[in-house]
């Protein structure tokens, strides 16, 4: 079964300063598709940036970039420029066919 | 496109009482998916539909609890006897093409709160 493990509970960081979120998965599947979302105190989940297993260059999205080591599976998130709206609740997902499977979450506060 | 609908956002009920939320996808968006949150917590797969479909259901899914899309478009998701541990967040999703595996987006309601008192 797939699994994915976000380790970091909580996490904060100064308004234009750096921060990343890390994740691990476990799977047996050779292709497969990584997803960050953002849960906003709102609560509407929104998609950040996706990455599909079998590419190797690491998928970016303006001030979202992620470090994909498919060897070591590893997925974290890299949040350049931190803004105010960027704090949310963080998830890391998973999907190899029908569903996505998610991690416990890390909330980020960007502090001004 | 006017995003995935879910109704009623807030829902509290009493113990032993029967609930049911409504989602209704992004237009022509085939698959839909239920999932349940926690609070602090990641969302937990319940079920999905492909059209009409039902494909998949998780064990979380009891016999309490039961979800249908008759007609391929809106789904319904109706808890029965409701108990105190079903209080979360409900979430819809829906996806246009074959599956998420293929890197299609998913994309969500704004959930709809369920407290059990």
């Known amino acids: 079964a797939q699994t994915v493990t976000q380790s970091q509970p909580e996490m904060s960081v100064q308004e234009a300063e750096t921060v990343t979120l890390s994740c691990t998965y476990d799977?047996?599947?050779?292709?497969?598709?990584l997803f960050w979302y953002k849960q906003p105190p709102s609560r509407q989940m929104i998609l950040v940036i996706r990455?599909?297993?079998?590419?190797?260059q690491n998928a970016t999205e303006n001030r979202f970039s992620v470090n994909f080591q498919k060897a070591a599976k590893s997925f974290s998130l890299k949040i350049s420029d931190s803004q105010l709206g960027d704090t949310a609740m963080y998830f890391c997902?998973?999907?190899?066919?029908?569903?996505?499977?998610f991690g416990q979450g890390t909330t980020l506060q960007v502090k001004p | 496109d006017t995003g995935v609908s879910q109704d009623p956002r807030h829902k509290i009920t009493k113990r032993g009482q029967n609930v049911t939320f409504r989602c209704d996808p992004i237009?022509?968006?085939?698959?839909l998916y239920w999932y349940r949150q926690t609070l602090g917590q990641g969302p937990e797969f319940l079920t999905y539909?492909?059209?009409?479909?039902?494909?998949?259901k998780s064990r979380l899914l009891s016999d309490r609890f039961s979800a249908e899309r008759p007609k391929g478009s809106f789904s319904t998701l109706e808890i029965q006897r409701t108990e105190q541990g079903d209080s979360a967040m409900y979430l819809c999703?829906?996806?246009?093409?074959?599956?998420?595996?293929?890197?299609?987006?998913?994309?969500f309601g704004e959930g709809s709160w369920l407290t059990v008192v």
């Open positions: 999703a829906s996806s246009q093409g074959a599956s998420v595996g293929s890197g299609n987006t998913i994309y």
């Open positions: 539909f492909q059209n009409e479909a039902q494909l998949e």
């Open positions: 997902a998973f999907a190899h066919t029908g569903k996505l499977i």
């Open positions: 990455q599909e297993a079998y590419k190797q």
């Open positions: 799977t047996s599947e050779s292709n497969y598709y």
């Open positions: 237009s022509e968006h085939n698959r």
